[in-house]
């Protein structure tokens, strides 16, 4: 059996969540292959040929493939599928977007936000908001699977040396077309990839009080900015800050959770941190419920205090 894994990168560098997805793929098959696709993309395909446990990399360069868009990437998946058991993805917005396509071409179900693997055929997922785990196994010929990041470990970036091919690109049908992308450019590590998290809830009642209070303490401890659901709607801070089931999933060494009560899809965003700290004002908030260090405080009070003794 042989697994393929959708290389997630911007044309410019690899995704780390690639490196998880190989390490998940390497538990349904014995050879694991990398699909890399997009424009100049010479780059991404020899940094992906470097990762540990990759027996081949095939690269599909062209220009109607640098924005990524879902139709032409999938049909570029479905001309090079033939062959292989396992079709993965990161389960980020580009992977939740492509391989439901993918699978529904082939007239597969598609398994979603798989955490561990058992065996070829049988995987797990959380549902319910992360409160209960379903083992899934599935009879098709083919298994299309977006892998939740946070339950593999990356696989080692260096020491391979899987050959490069060169592929032909296919022409898809374009049902939608690339208008403009607005980039949030910041010099903080992100979010998906930080080791470590500094969020904001709804407590800090405005978005000049996360600035106030939230940032500095990030700036001091190196750490990328989250939020709560709660926290984006009110307009504290922009959409791709929020952590959670309908945001990003995180598992930094660090996450320290601000003003958040704890409801279960922000939970279900970020309960897999290696340690949570959790300040709430709240004795009986949720966020309690897993936190490692909890503090029963005036956040204005404790944040600055906190971050001035750093």
């Keep these: 059996m042989a697994a393929l894994v959708?290389?997630?990168?911007?044309?410019?560098?690899?995704?780390?969540?690639?490196?998880?997805?190989?390490?998940?793929?390497?538990?349904?098959?014995?050879?694991?292959?990398?699909?890399?696709?997009?424009?100049?993309?010479?780059?991404?395909?020899?940094?992906?040929?470097?990762?540990?446990?990759?027996?081949?990399?095939?690269?599909?360069?062209?220009?109607?493939?640098?924005?990524?868009?879902?139709?032409?990437?999938?049909?570029?998946?479905?001309?090079?599928?033939?062959?292989?058991?396992?079709?993965?993805?990161?389960?980020?917005?580009?992977?939740?977007?492509?391989?439901?396509?993918?699978?529904a071409k082939l007239n597969v179900a598609q398994i979603s936000d798989v955490i561990n693997v058992e065996s070829p055929d049988t995987f797990e997922r959380p549902i319910y908001a992360g409160n209960a785990i379903a083992t899934v196994q599935s009879t098709d010929s083919v298994k299309v699977i977006t892998v939740r990041v946070t339950?593999?470990?990356?696989?080692?970036?260096?020491?391979?040396?899987?050959?490069?091919?060169?592929?032909?690109?296919?022409?898809?049908?374009?049902?939608?077309?690339?208008?403009?992308?607005?980039?949030?450019?910041?010099?903080?590590?992100?979010?998906?990839?930080?080791?470590?998290?500094?969020?904001?809830?709804?407590?800090?009642?405005?978005?000049?009080?996360?600035?106030?209070?939230?940032?500095?303490?990030?700036?001091k401890i190196g750490a990328a900015l989250g939020a709560s659901r709660a926290a984006v709607d009110a307009g504290y801070v922009p959409n791709d800050y929020q952590v959670g089931q309908t945001g990003k999933i995180v598992a930094p060494d660090l996450y320290v959770a601000v003003g958040i009560s704890g409801a279960i899809q922000h939970l279900a965003g970020m309960k897999d941190s290696k340690v949570i700290v959790a300040v709430n004002k709240d004795p009986e908030a949720p966020i309690f419920s897993v936190a490692d260090y909890g503090l029963v405080a005036d956040l204005f009070v404790a944040i600055p205090e906190l971050t001035q003794a750093i």
């Excluded at 050879?31 to 991404?44: K, Q, S, W, Y």
């Excluded at 360069?61 to 993965?88: F, T, W």
């Excluded at 607005?182 to 709804?202: C, H, M, N, Y």
């Design 6 to 103: 959708i290389a997630e990168h911007d044309n410019g560098s690899l995704k780390s969540s690639t490196l998880n997805a190989v390490s998940a793929a390497s538990f349904c098959a014995t050879d694991v292959d990398i699909l890399v696709v997009g424009f100049h993309v010479d780059a991404i395909a020899s940094q992906s040929a470097l990762i540990k446990g990759v027996r081949k990399v095939l690269q599909v360069d062209a220009s109607h493939l640098a924005d990524h868009l879902a139709e032409p990437l999938a049909a570029q998946i479905l001309n090079v599928a033939n062959g292989y058991s396992h079709l993965l993805a990161p389960s980020t917005a580009n992977g939740k977007s492509v391989m439901p396509r993918v699978a």
């Design 151 to 219: 339950g593999f470990d990356p696989a080692v970036s260096t020491g391979g040396a899987a050959s490069v091919v060169k592929i032909e690109a296919v022409e898809g049908t374009q049902k939608s077309s690339f208008v403009n992308r607005d980039l949030t450019k910041s010099d903080r590590p992100e979010l998906t990839a930080a080791k470590r998290v500094v969020s904001g809830g709804r407590g800090l009642g405005s978005g000049e009080k996360y600035q106030e209070v939230i940032v500095p303490l990030a700036d």
